[in-house]
Each structure stands twice: as structure tokens, then as C-alpha cells.
């Protein structure tokens, strides 16, 4: 079957980047076509910030791109023509109402992600775009080294001027995000950076940690090492589940975990419990306080850093009796316990896969993308933009704000 109509734009894909890209093509009156292979568009993203959305954070555009991995360089072109307060001036300009958290992080006042897609649904309205659900595009029509359209199961060939492909990585398949992206980039000549799962849970199996299930600690440094080198670092809440560790330190980690344990080294995480102490000022830290509670166990001495629950896994690790007196403490147990309090180790045996993770690392090569369009370098008039390329950020709001910039570079582009 073949459709005789032409756009001025498809959009592969109906994402936070594909219906940002979308909305901006329309603006600027571009017959646009959006695609969604899922039954809806969306769906990933009523599922970010616990269903609550973090659609961006009020960083500065350099903090913003330190929140990246190595490729996040790639994203200030597209920062500086549309940053966070555009993208709160474009919701609030729908009739969202945000606030600010802890972090800077942006949420929609009502806590609900359906608010924020239901004003990109409505935006797209508004600007005249098509939108096709259950529409799976099989292949990109690339003549003469320039896009021309899509080939769709259900539809056949459909003609267009410029095609954006924003399909997404291959995390949480079951929203659409399978990876199919990946085969559309690669058949037009693109290099795929290897996908992995990244803001992923950490598993361990270390009997240190074991039973710690729903212990909390707050503004915890964890690094991620070899027993060498440090691989990795983020400073955040940790959280033990029944098979490792969660909270946003150990999953803004989880992505450098991953790379090296596929490379075979045994890695694990350290917890600092006070980012910034160093093992000297641990040391005063707890002769201070053994100082002024004299007959306090060092158990109960030690609730100035954690937990109860955690406590006692902590004195069992640096083969301290927790119920010894403060005032007994010898200056050899004080520097196991500065020592442990500094680098807390915890065994690390894996990461969640793509069922787990929020993001994908790797993806669609930048090297052959131009940064201000979002254009291919290889073939004219296609352009990729979102989760799809090779760029991943931390939690926080990060990963949407690149999302909707390049989206939006596409679009306009």
C-alpha cells in the first residue's frame, strides 16, 4: 500500500523528544506527520520521576553538561537555543503550573506526568501535527544520500521532505523503547555506539549488606573502584533493596558498574558518609564525640553518621565491638572505624538490564551528528534527537532536558 501524501516532516517516534521535535516543525508551519508504533504516544514518559515527571533542573548549562557522560560536550549548541527556562516557559505557557524541589529539580505542580504529556498532546494539536499511533516505521527512503520518506508496515511508503528519527534507546521495552532506532540509524550508514543500561539498581551479594533491606542513607559520596582507581563517583541517598542498592547515587553510578564489570574487573562501591571528611578528620570527628559521650557504646556513638540497622553492619565490618564504651575505644579501633567510615566497601556482582534501567548509554554516534540541527552527517535531511543518540545523563532531570533540546533543535532544523 502506498500513501500519495507528502510532509514536510515525519517524526519517527512520539517520546518526549519525537513530540517536542514534532511541535516545533509545526510551529513553524511544516506540514508534520507524527509516528508511534505504541497505541499511544507517550508512555515512557508517564513513567519518569515515579510518574511524576522531573522534566528539567535549574543548573546552569556548563552543571547541566556535567551531569553527562563523556559525550555531554555535544549538548551546548542545542542548550543555548532552547535550555530549561524555555522549556518552563513552554509549559507554562500550555497552562502547567511547575515547581521546584530539593536539587533544583522541576516537576509539574501537580506531581502528575499525564500533565505534562497532555500539553504536549495538546501542543501538537494546536500546530496542525498528524499523529499516527500503531504506525511502525520498517524502513527509512534515502535517495540520492538524502532522506525522502518512511516505509511503515501498516501504511506502506509515505513521501517527506525531512524525516526525525526519535525512537528512543532500549530501556523499558514494554513502552515502545525496544532498540528499533538503532536498525533504522545502522541501515543508513550510522555507527551505533554499544547500548547499555545506565540509572540502573546495583546488585551485590555481600554478606556486609546483607539484610539492610529498606535502610535509607542520606548524602552519601559513592565511588565506583577496581581496588586501582576510581571509575566513577556521585554524591546522593543510597537505598538497600533485597538484592542491592538503589537511590540516586548508586543508580548515577550504575552505568560506570556496568562498563566494568563487562570488562572483568571486580568492582565495588565505596560509601563515604560524609562527602568532603577525609579518614584524619574522621579520626577527630570520633574522639570528639567519644570525648563528650564517654559511656555511649560505640554503636550508639556512631548514629551521627547512620541508622541503628545500619550501624551494626558497620561495626561487624570493621571488627569493632559496637557495644564496647566510647571511653574504650583504642586509637587503633578509631582508625578502622575513620577508615571504613571514609571507604565503605561493598561488593558489587552486577547492574539492572533494560527492564530496570531509566536510560540507555550508547546509542546513535555524535561524532556523525551535527550538534546545532541535529542533522546526519552522512545523509541529508535526517535527523536524530533524543534517548536514541549516544548521550546519558545522571538523574535529575537531565536526561528529559536533552530529550526536549534536541527534539527541538530537529524540529526547528
Known amino acids: 500500500m502506498s500513501n500519495s501524501v507528502t510532509y514536510d516532516v515525519v517524526v519517527v517516534g512520539g517520546g518526549p523528544a519525537g513530540l517536542m521535535a514534532a511541535i516545533a516543525a509545526g510551529s513553524a508551519g511544516r506540514r508534520t506527520l507524527l509516528c508511534e508504533k505504541m497505541p499511544s504516544p507517550g508512555r515512557k514518559l508517564l513513567l519518569t520521576g515515579n510518574g511524576r515527571c522531573n522534566l528539567t533542573n535549574t543548573g546552569d548549562r556548563e552543571q547541566f553538561i556535567g551531569h553527562f557522560s563523556a559525550t555531554g ?16 516557559a ?6 502547567v503550573r511547575l515547581r521546584e ?8 505542580a501537580s506531581g502528575k506526568a499525564r500533565d505534562i504529556l497532555g500539553a504536549l498532546l495538546h501542543a501538537a494539536q494546536k500546530n496542525g501535527v498528524a499523529v499516527r499511533p500503531g504506525e511502525e516505521i520498517a524502513e527509512i527512503i534515502v535517495r540520492d544520500g538524502a532522506a525522502a520518506g518512511v516505509v511503515t508496515a501498516r501504511s506502506g511508503a509515505i513521501a517527506a521532505a525531512k524525516v526525525v528519527v526519535c525512537a528512543g534507546g532500549m530501556t523499558y521495552p514494554q513502552t515502545g523503547s525496544s532498540g528499533s532506532g538503532y536498525e ?9 555506539v554499544e547500548p547499555r543500561p545506565a540509572l540502573a539498581p546495583l546488585y551485590s551479594d555481600d554478606p556486609a549488606v546483607a539484610g539492610l533491606q529498606g535502610v535509607s542513607l542520606r548524602n552519601v559520596e559513592a565511588r565506583v573502584t577496581d581496588g586501582a582507581r576510581i571509575h566513577g563517583a556521585d554524591t546522593g541517598d ?5 538484592n542491592g542498592l538503589s537511590g540516586p547515587a548508586a543508580l548515577n553510578v550504575s552505568g560506570d558498574v556496568y562498563d566494568h564489570l563487562r570488562g572483568g574487573a571486580h568492582i565495588s562501591l565505596l560509601l563515604n558518609f560524609r562527602p568532603g571528611t577525609g579518614v584524619e578528620g574522621y579520626e577527630k570527628l570520633i574522639a570528639a564525640a567519644a570525648a563528650e559521650n564517654p559511656v555511649k557504646s560505640v554503636k550508639n556513638l556512631l548514629r551521627m553518621f547512620f541508622p541503628d540497622r545500619f550501624a551494626a553492619a558497620f561495626v561487624a565490618a570493621c571488627g569493632v565491638d559496637g557495644e564496647r564504651k566510647a571511653s574504650q ?7 578502622k572505624i575513620a577508615e571504613r567510615l571514609f571507604g565503605f566497601r561493598i561488593m558489587l556482582r552486577g547492574t539492572g538490564g533494560a527492564g530496570e534501567a531509566m536510560v540507555t548509554r550508547g546509542g546513535v554516534s555524535v561524532d556523525e551528528v551535527n ?20 548521550i546519558d545523563g ?16 530537529a524540529g526547528m532544523a
Do not use: W
Not at 513552554?90 to 497552562?95: D, I, Q, S, V
Not at 575505644?329 to 582508625?335: A, G, K, P, Q, T
Not at 545523509?379 to 543518540?389: D, P, Q
Open 101 to 108: 524541589e530539593e536539587g533544583g529539580k522541576i516537576y509539574p
Open 184 to 192: 533504522l540509524a545502522r541501515r543508513c550508514g550510522h555507527r551505533i
Open 371 to 390: 550538534p546545532k540541527t541535529m542533522e546526519s552527517k552522512l545523509v541529508k535531511r535526517l535527523h536524530f534527537a533524543g534517548e536514541l543518540l549516544d
Open 238 to 242: 543510597i537505598l538497600f533493596t533485597h
Open 73 to 88: 560536550p555535544f549538548l551546548r549548541n542545542c542548550f543555548a537555543a532552547f535550555f530549561n527556562d524555555s522549556l518552563r
Open 394 to 409: 545522571k538523574s535529575g532531570g537531565y536526561n528529559l532536558q536533552a530529550a526536549f533540546s534536541t527534539g527541538y533543535a
Open 329 to 335: 575505644v583504642s586509637r587503633e579501633d578509631r582508625r
Open 90 to 95: 513552554f509549559f507554562t505557557a500550555l497552562g
